[in-house]
């Protein structure tokens, strides 16, 4: 019993305290929910903070990957155009190239031939140095035609003077204007009055009988100290190739010329018959064809 009522004694002791305490827990029990509420919505709101940051730092590694894949399909793809680019640009250098090669071949094999373009210019070189040899020959041969007419010309006008000038011919009483005392030699102009005979004038002259100044009246009788005018002039222009050409025709030049060009163009073609037979190619040919057309 006594220890029931110790124990009740004690209980009524601490009954005021747990009643003070109650009553304060009560009075407490508010502010504490509220600084509970506090607490948790801080703690919720540093793990939602914590997550937020979380999925913050994921979502900025899944975005990192995703545009390192993009970034690299897409580098990949710029890489393979410009890969093949460069590989339509290198074979179409190629092309050009064996377009190039071949354009120049088939030109020089079957269009321009160089070597019957070289026998060509060949031909045309030395069939230029035998018409340059033959044009020569004829420039020398008309040179010493017009030397040789012109010294007729000039004999003829010294004949012609000395028809006219016939009065001033020396006798055996008195000497003439020609005939100086004091020349060693009498002077041209003296011999060729003495080589001529006096020509009647024109005017004077019966009709019928008419001749050309500058030509030697025709005589039958010869003396023992004059000749007849054709035997002077021969003696004096010894000139053959001027006799040959006096006994020709008017138009003797344009028929050796004439007759120059045809042995050349037989001569041209004979040789290139020749060239031909050692060069067969069309090419070579119709040059040679075009060649004949010019000349």
């Not at 220890?3 to 747990?18: A, C, N, R, Y």
């Amino acid at each position: 019993d006594m220890v029931e009522l110790l124990k009740i004694g004690s209980e009524i002791t601490e009954f005021p305290k747990e009643l003070f305490y109650r009553n304060r827990f009560e009075d407490t029990r508010q502010r504490e929910n509220q600084v509970a509420t506090q607490i948790q919505s801080w703690f919720r709101a540093c793990k939602v903070r914590a997550y937020l940051s979380h999925l913050h730092k994921k979502a900025i590694i899944i975005q990192k990957i995703w545009r390192g894949f993009t970034a690299r399909a897409r580098v990949r793809q710029m890489v393979k155009a410009a890969y093949f680019i460069m590989k339509m640009n290198f074979y179409e250098e190629m092309a050009v190239r064996i377009q190039r090669r071949w354009r120049g071949f088939f030109q020089r094999k079957y269009i321009h031939n160089f070597y019957a373009r070289k026998s060509y210019l060949e031909g045309v070189a030395i069939k230029n140095i035998l018409v340059r040899r033959k044009l020569d020959k004829l420039n020398e041969v008309q040179k010493r035609e017009r030397d040789c007419r012109a010294m007729v010309k000039e004999q003829e006008g010294k004949v012609y003077q000395a028809q006219r000038l016939h009065h001033l011919m020396s006798t055996k009483q008195c000497p003439g204007v020609f005939n100086s005392p004091f020349r060693q030699a009498p002077h041209e102009m003296e011999l060729l009055l003495r080589q001529v005979k006096y020509q009647v004038p024109t005017r004077l002259a019966p009709r019928g009988r008419v001749r050309p100044q500058g030509t030697p009246s025709p005589t039958n009788s010869r003396t023992c100290c004059s000749r007849e005018p054709g035997e002077v002039w021969e003696q004096q222009v010894q000139c053959p190739d001027l006799m040959l050409s006096l006994q020709t025709s008017y138009t003797y030049l344009e028929e050796a010329q004439n007759q120059l060009q045809q042995q050349e163009t037989v001569r041209v073609r004979t040789e290139t018959h020749t060239v031909c037979t050692h060069n067969d190619t069309p090419t070579h040919k119709i040059m040679l064809q075009k060649s004949y057309h010019i000349h």
